[in-house]
Each structure stands twice: as C-alpha cells, then as structure tokens.
C-alpha cells in the first residue's frame, strides 16, 4: 500500500525557518508529481508549491504567488522523498501542510493521487 508521511511541522516565530519533509512509501513505480498544500482555518485547501516529473526528470516546478521567493520546493527521487524549505515566515503562513502525490504503483496502469495526514505549521508573531 503506497503511503505519505509528512514531518517537520511545529511552532514558530515570525521570520523564522521550517523544513517540512514527505516520504512516500510502498509498492511504487513512478511518482509522476509531488506537491504541497495548505489549509488555514476558515480557508480553502490551496496549493504551495509542486513538482512535475517522471523517473527522476523534473519537468515543472509551480509556486503560489504567496510563497514565491520565500518557500523551496525539491525532491530526491532516489528516496521518494519532497521537502519544503520556508523561509521567512509570517503569520499568515498558519495552516495545516498536506502532501499530495500522483503515483504509479507496481503493477498498475493509471496513476493514483495520494495525501498524506497534514502537519501543523503555526508563526507566532
């Protein structure tokens, strides 16, 4: 069974720095692309950052204008593993943080999206 675990969430001060990490783990093939998402309360679900590739190719890379300049997004394919470097923090950055994957499993013939449970990731001003 494939899954994504998130880790690296916690609390913060404002200007300050977080790595979040996503294994993904199981019978996998392929993971055709990588992103991260956020939820704060009250709001939608939105997209953070997210990386396109195939078999080690990245052939993409999407910011949300909010985190341009400030957030890193990379993969190591090798481990199947995405991080988020965040720098430069701010309060309005609260918010769960959520792993997503599209992924071909062994076996398979279409690819599956998966997430992961989410990591809090609170800025204290």
Do not use: H
């Not at 992103?35 to 939608?44: E, I, L, N, S, T």
């Not at 990386?51 to 985190?67: A, P």
């Not at 341009?68 to 593993?81: E, L, P, V, Y």
């Amino acid at each position: 069974q494939v899954r994504l675990v998130e880790s690296g969430g916690g609390l913060v001060q404002a200007g300050g720095s977080l790595r979040l990490s996503c294994a993904a783990s199981g019978s996998i093939r392929r993971i055709n692309a990588m992103g991260w998402y956020r939820q704060a309360p009250g709001k939608q679900r939105e997209l953070v950052a997210r990386i396109t590739s195939g078999d080690g190719i990245n052939y993409g890379i999407n910011y949300d204008d909010s985190v341009k300049g400030r957030f890193t997004i990379s993969r190591d394919s090798a481990k199947n593993t995405m991080f988020l470097q965040m720098n430069s923090l701010k309060p309005e950055d609260t918010a769960v943080y959520y792993c997503n994957a599209d992924i071909l499993g062994s076996g398979m013939v279409y690819s599956l999206s998966y997430w992961g449970q989410g990591t809090q990731v609170t800025v204290s001003s």
